[in-house]
């Protein structure tokens, strides 16, 4: 009987690298079956459900080995749910995918309806894309797929670039849609709590592109807790244990330690290094937040956060002028920052992209990092030594002759920030530097810049990650509704649920637990 999905012994390596990705591979699917693959970054995760997919050789050139056993029919979904798009409105978008089925146009309309209700996305059929929120982009790229008819639907880390909420949302639609239609789905994810629990079964790779692990989600947590933890693969946050009996029972080991975790603590206040009046931001000609009036003291941690679209990635870029202010005027260190001369501002403060590639220009990881010191005319011993001692950091030695674009994007991510550590500059505004990364390489991340920190650097970051936020924040400023309508500790901002509603954040467990026992309400 021929096997419905998989691969035999499937080795792939792509031109530019020595190594392979991935290393004789042996795996069978069957038809139904909901299937997650785990692994730390770099471990070949994505290359294999693109091989699954028929993108590799296909598509992606890439010298392969073994056999792989893949569906004519198959759709998939990528972190970045722009790539995929190539039309204007919504429903031009979903026509775009049944034209490919050859559905004649004057049925189109019911059926773009129905997909549209499917996936939950209550807005106009003529609303541009562009404005929709991240969840919403999600529920369009899922909608198309679904237009596809595909035998097999494939999930790259769906939610990777989505605010709390918008996470729940997508996994509840995923589920939903495997109960109902019992879909066939892989998928990969670093984020595992609302994935997991309705898995058939979990795969994890190591770092050598191997599988180590095969069988169901409890039984591979308990089986592999260590070659997990080593391997910095993040872990869900409550599963196998369920909500509702860690809250109703205070003696419960998990509802424990969680009660442990709210703490305060002090903020200690250097002097203001940034601070902003009155300061609208947007793009084009839309504004997107209005009178922004903050201070940032120097060696604060700064954490950013609210919804997809809130203007959280434009404020920071408005902070070192990668995008124009529109109204209001923003200092930096006592100057306007108009008057900072474009190579004096960035000696002193540096900016890490959401998309990593977007700071890349040069064709080697060696290079990149080394690109600031040869610009400022660094000896060339200098620019070696320091540039190896980041590359070491950063856990990129291996790859220092490979080109940036070869990398994973958790690897992608390292070096965005590995580039931007070069100098000792006061300011680090970081946009999501965690996103993409296995649980040991992110807090390796966070600790390299938590050492920046202890050295007097202010860090200003925006992310998702709550977690991390109460972790590390000293300060949090919370965008909502086109306003700053919080600035203040993690802890004020956490401990008050109705906030958290308000803003549609998702505050870490621990808080969660407070708030429901506050309340006497079950979630």
Not at 189 to 202: F, N, P, S
Not at 242 to 251: G, L, Q
Not at 301 to 306: C, E, F, K, M
Not at 380 to 395: D, N, S, V
Request: charged fraction near 25%; hydrophobic fraction near 40%.
């Amino acid at each position: 009987m021929e096997m419905f999905l998989g691969c035999k012994d499937l080795s792939v390596r792509f031109y530019n690298r020595s190594e392979n990705i991935l290393s004789s591979i042996t795996l069978s699917i069957n038809k139904g079956e909901k299937v997650l693959i785990l692994g730390p970054s770099g471990s070949g995760k994505s290359t294999l459900i693109s091989a699954l997919a028929g993108i590799i050789p296909e598509h992606l050139e890439a010298e392969v080995s073994g056999e792989v056993f893949s569906r004519k029919d198959a759709g998939v979904m990528f972190q970045d749910p722009d790539s995929q798009f190539c039309m204007l409105h919504v429903d031009e978008e979903i026509a775009f995918s049944l034209e490919n089925r050859s559905i004649p146009r004057h049925e189109m309309d019911p059926m773009i309806a129905d997909l549209m209700d499917k996936v939950g996305l209550n807005v106009d059929k003529k609303t541009p894309i562009e404005t929709l929120s991240g969840g919403m982009k999600q529920r369009l790229a899922l909608a198309c797929l679904l237009a596809l008819e595909p035998e097999v639907l494939f999930f790259d880390e769906p939610t990777a670039q989505l605010d709390p909420a918008g996470r729940k949302e997508i996994f509840g639609l995923l589920n939903h849609l495997a109960k109902t239609t019992n879909q066939t789905m892989v998928v990969v994810e670093h984020v595992l709590d609302g994935c997991i629990e309705w898995m058939d079964r979990v795969i994890i790779l190591n770092k050598h592109g191997c599988i180590i692990g095969d069988g169901g989600p409890k039984e591979i947590l308990q089986k592999f807790t260590n070659e997990m933890k080593a391997a910095g693969i993040w872990r869900p946050k409550i599963f196998p244990e369920t909500w509702t009996e860690v809250v109703r029972n205070p003696s419960h080991p998990l509802a424990i330690k969680l009660s442990n975790r709210i703490k305060t603590k002090p903020i200690n206040e250097g002097g203001v290094i940034l601070r902003t009046e009155q300061v609208d931001i947007g793009y084009g000609k839309k504004t997107i937040a209005r009178e922004i009036t903050i201070n940032i003291h120097q060696g604060q941690w700064i954490s950013v956060v609210g919804e997809n679209g809130s203007g959280k990635s434009t404020f920071l870029k408005s902070l070192i002028r990668l995008v124009p202010y529109k109204k209001g005027k923003i200092f930096f260190q006592d100057k306007e920052l108009k008057k900072w001369p474009d190579r004096e501002l960035y000696e002193k403060a540096g900016f890490v992209f959401q998309n990593p590639e977007h700071q890349f220009i040069t064709n080697t990881v060696f290079e990149e990092v080394a690109f600031g010191g040869r610009q400022r005319n660094w000896p060339e011993e200098l620019i070696h030594t320091k540039t190896m001692q980041l590359l070491e950091e950063f856990g990129l030695e291996s790859y220092q002759d490979a080109h940036p674009f070869t990398l994973s994007l958790g690897q992608k991510r390292r070096l965005s920030v590995a580039t931007m550590l070069l100098f000792d500059q006061a300011l680090l505004l970081l946009d999501e530097p965690t996103f993409g990364q296995d649980e040991k390489t992110a807090n390796e991340l966070i600790q390299r810049l938590k050492e920046r920190q202890a050295q007097g650097t202010t860090i200003v970051m925006v992310t998702h990650d709550m977690d991390l936020v109460d972790r590390f924040s000293d300060h949090v400023l919370l965008f909502n509704k086109g306003r700053v309508t919080y600035q203040g500790s993690p802890y004020g901002l956490f401990s008050d649920p109705s906030l958290c509603r308000e803003s549609a954040l998702i505050p870490p467990l621990h808080y969660q637990l407070l708030h429901e026992r506050m309340e006497g309400v079950l979630v």
